[in-house]
């Protein structure tokens, strides 16, 4: 019987809907707690309606449940947040503070809190991004993941808060619909490819950016949980990659199964968000500290979208 008890705060999101899997499989569904705004029809297990921007709701719950860890999933994302950029940083940083608060004074033990490449902005190179590549970022959503990182660290170092990030790219997964970020167009075009209908892309053909298939982005997340706490060297967060591609090489790699896929390109905000991107990513952090090292490339990951939106939509 696992000692661990969790709580994931966001658990509808595209992330925190497969996270909340992998780890009720991980500790049993009795030491899983989601929560979010509203319940899913469909969900099973332990769920609690949690606004993680009340403080007095989730001091609630993790005394309840007796929480460990605390996965922190909730945000507004990059293109949705630049629609409405104050109340974007109120509610990211707003629920990011009550959830570090909560963790310190409840002594919870560990705590997962997602960052972005968003963080990068102009004055990072845009090939083999380093750990250390000065943030300067162009959303106010990377403005706000980039201060996180810094109050992450700043819970460590002052109260000894076992605070864990990793830099995600953009993260590309079959088991839920795009969320709102820049990156989403990489989901998107395989609903699109599996469905036969045109897809048009609000990016350049020749725009590269990170991106990590979802099953590595768990598996990347549980390792970094799952590290012995003197092994964890970076208290920002960790630069993580899978493999970077432009819509262009996507399109070329669905075509490979999909010859006649059609796409046009039709480029909007979002295509001035992604040229501040980085294109590549060195996340040699991660592999020496945790030994992270991702396991899909871009046409392993096109098989497993297709096989499996193939499936959900019950199409040849």
């Known amino acids: 019987m696992s000692d661990t008890r969790i709580l994931i705060i966001g658990a509808n999101g595209q992330l925190g809907s497969v996270l909340t899997v992998a780890l009720k499989e991980k ?8 929560s979010d705004l509203f319940k899913k029809d469909d969900f099973e297990g332990q769920f609690e309606i949690i606004d993680a921007t009340d403080i007095e709701v989730i001091q609630k719950t993790v005394d309840q449940y007796n929480i460990t860890q605390i996965y922190h999933l909730a945000a507004i994302l990059s293109a949705n947040g630049e629609k409405n950029p104050l109340r974007t940083w109120e509610i990211n940083m707003k629920t990011l503070f009550n959830v570090f608060e909560v ?22 190179p845009q090939d083999e991004t380093s750990q250390t590549a000065y943030l300067d970022p162009a959303t106010v959503y ?7 990182e810094n109050w992450a660290q700043y819970y460590y170092m002052r109260y000894g808060l076992d605070v864990r990030s990793v830099r995600y790219p953009g993260v590309i997964g079959y088991q839920s619909l795009p969320g709102g ?4 167009y990489a989901v998107d075009i395989y609903h699109k490819a599996v ?21 590595d982005a768990i ?4 390792e970094l949980m799952d590290a012995p706490k003197e092994a964890i060297k970076v208290r920002t967060s960790y630069n993580l990659a899978g493999t970077s591609f432009s819509p262009a090489e996507i399109v070329a790699s669905i075509r490979k199964i999909y010859p006649d896929f059609k796409v046009k ?6 295509q001035d968000i ?27 990951m096109t098989a497993t979208m297709i096989e499996k939106l193939k499936e959900q939509y019950n199409v040849q």
Do not use: H
């Open 103 to 124: 963790a310190r004074l409840s002594g919870v033990e560990k705590v997962f809190y997602p960052s972005s490449i968003a963080v990068f902005g102009d004055n990072a």
């Open 142 to 148: 990377g403005i706000s993941k980039a201060a996180g």
């Open 219 to 222: 598996r990347a997340t549980l």
């Open 181 to 184: 970020g820049t990156t989403d």
């Open 274 to 300: 992604a040229a501040k991107w980085p294109r590549t990513i060195d996340d040699s952090a991660a592999r020496q500290d945790w030994n992270w090292k991702p396991e899909y490339d871009l046409d392993a």
């Open 265 to 270: 390109y039709e480029p909007d905000f979002r």
């Open 27 to 34: 500790f049993g569904a009795d030491n899983v707690i989601a």
């Open 195 to 215: 469905l036969g209908e045109e897809f048009s892309c609000f990016l350049n053909e020749d725009e590269v950016l990170p991106m990590i298939f979802m099953e």
